[in-house]
């Protein structure tokens, strides 16, 4: 930049202006010469004055004052002259370095002016501080929505100020190591977000900190109404999904209930049909029994008093094998006796699952429900060709009648004990277990609720489904052997009819129990529940 016409502090200078500065040290130079010679001169003319004639000794010394006095003009001319460079030169220079410094303080001042606009107009805060944590700076066009007045922050110390925003101060802690750092800062409503760097000298001395801070209200307002529309939407499909699932669970449950409700009308159907011969054949093997005890003593009273009967009769015995007959007769119809009784009570049984004509809620016989259950899983409890029998043991306890639905308590005790005879089937199968067993507790927890406990030594639940067991549809069963329906059915049943629970506990290679817990008395409950 262009200070003076005559100095340019951005160009070099002109030949004239060199000439100049170079000339007094030449005339210097020349006068110094000159001297030398004239005085060598002056002693040659003295030394042989003493030799020549007196007069042209006096000629000589008058020519050569004439000369000393030119050489004295000459020499005091250059020293004026020399005089005259040395002040130029340093007025010159002395100028041309104020002309430089006055430009270079105008270019900064410029510059300074600049920066500071840059700075106070900048959207962001841009704030410095000392290694003390005291503000040296605090610019920026969002200071005024800080609510923090320049003069009253500059000067005052970080831990005094954000004392109660700890991120901050760590944020700068962090500067003052030498790291950069980043943290959300809330003055008043705004937010904004901060980043820390370490102010660095000579030799990499930190000797402050200087910090930017962004304003990201906005950014936060949208990103939070954000949230909440994606948390909203969030909510409407898992309630949308909750209720598709409810849905098809309801679904599988009515298909259920309706298959068993057929099942139910079809082995009652059965059950009546069986139970009206079956009735009759023990009605009439009573009489029959009775008929062939009489003749057979009349055998007996008939020998003794003819022991010896005739030929033919003889001949009839023996083909009749009548000894055989009169010792396997009494055997036959006591089987026969076994058998219909056996027979109705299966009918009983059936009847007592199904319980068809006892919807209702009303008080029955817990251990009646789990003994019809195991007589009708019978089949699945006997010796297989690939696994043992699988043995039941019964420990009951005292119970009182409960009030529940039978039916469908008759149900959960059925889903808990097939599962049971699955794991079991599957554990010998692997070679796992050669002694599978069922053991059916039950109590009476205190005088409101009874309890009833079915475990087995089976494989046990492995970790990672164990909270699965009762969502509907899930199953570990192959397909077509398992729809997974049977514990989640179960589980309503005993908590949402029953108001009762329905838990389990299983371990790796140490088998599962589940336990049920129904209240004594369900109408006492109800009656509670709608006078609150």
């Not at 009308?265 to 093997?285: D, K």
């Not at 058998?339 to 299966?346: D, F, G, H, Q, V």
Request: proline share 4%; aromatic share 8%.
């Amino acid at each position: 930049m262009s200070l003076n016409p005559n100095f340019d502090s951005d160009s070099s200078p002109s030949r004239p202006q060199l000439f100049l500065k170079w000339l007094p040290w030449l005339l210097l130079i020349l006068s110094l010469g000159v001297t030398w010679v004239v005085w060598q001169r002056t002693d040659r003319v003295s030394v042989s004055s003493t030799e020549l004639s007196t007069d042209y000794a006096e000629r000589e010394l008058e020519k050569i004052k004439e000369q000393k006095s030119i050489l004295i003009l000459a020499n005091g001319l250059t020293i004026s002259c020399l005089l005259f460079g040395l002040t130029w030169s340093i007025t010159t220079t002395e100028y041309r370095a104020k002309a430089i410094a006055r430009g270079m303080n105008h270019e900064l001042s410029h510059k300074e002016q600049q920066l500071r606009s840059i700075i106070t107009n900048a959207p962001v805060l841009l704030f410095t501080l000392d290694c003390h944590g005291i503000f040296t700076l605090f610019e920026g066009k969002n200071v005024k929505l800080t609510s923090q007045k320049l003069d009253g922050i500059l000067g005052l110390s970080i831990y005094d100020v954000y004392r109660y925003q700890p991120q901050l101060l760590e944020a700068n802690n962090c500067a003052l190591r030498g790291e950069n750092a980043q943290a959300i800062a809330q003055f008043g409503d705004l937010t904004f977000n901060t980043r820390w760097s370490p102010l660095k000298g000579e030799n990499d001395v930190i000797f402050g900190v200087i910090a930017v801070a962004t304003n990201i209200t906005e950014r936060e307002k949208l990103i939070t109404a954000l949230q909440k529309s994606e948390a909203k939407s969030r909510e409407k499909a898992e309630k949308l999904q909750q209720t598709l699932n409810e849905l098809l669970e309801t679904q599988s449950q009515l298909i259920q209930a309706e298959k068993l409700s057929s099942l139910g009308y079809l082995v009652a159907g059965i059950a009546h049909e069986v139970n009206n011969p079956i009735n009759f054949l023990q009605g009439n093997l009573y009489y029959t029994n009775n008929y062939a005890q009489g003749l057979l003593e009349l055998i007996n009273l008939y020998q003794q008093n003819f022991p010896i009967p005739g030929v033919e009769i003889s001949q009839k015995i023996d083909d009749l094998e009548l000894d055989f007959i009169i010792e396997d007769l009494p055997k036959i119809l006591n089987s026969m006796n076994i058998a219909t009784e056996r027979i109705s009570e299966l009918v009983k049984s059936l009847k007592n699952f199904s319980r068809l004509d006892e919807a209702d809620m009303k008080p029955v016989d817990i251990h009646s429900g789990l003994d019809s259950t195991l007589l009708i899983l019978n089949h699945r409890l006997k010796e297989k060709q690939n696994c043992p029998t699988i043995q039941v043991k019964k420990e009951y306890g005292n119970l009182p009648e409960v009030e529940c639905y039978p039916g469908q308590l008759n149900q959960v005790f059925m889903n808990i004990l097939v599962n049971g005879i699955d794991a079991l089937e599957e554990s010998v199968s692997k070679g796992k277990n050669s002694n599978p067993e069922i053991i059916i507790f039950t109590e009476l927890g205190n005088e409101k609720i009874v309890r009833i406990r079915i475990k087995d030594n089976g494989p046990g639940i492995p970790e990672n489904i164990k909270n699965k067991l009762f969502d509907p549809f899930f199953t570990t069963k192959p397909t077509g052997k398992g729809t997974g329906l049977g514990l989640s059915i179960s589980y309503n049943i005993v908590v949402e009819k029953h108001k009762g629970l329905l838990k389990f506990v299983s371990s790796p290679l140490q088998g599962t129990e589940f336990m049920i817990e129904i209240p004594i008395f369900q109408r006492n409950l109800e009656a509670g529940r709608s006078s609150q």
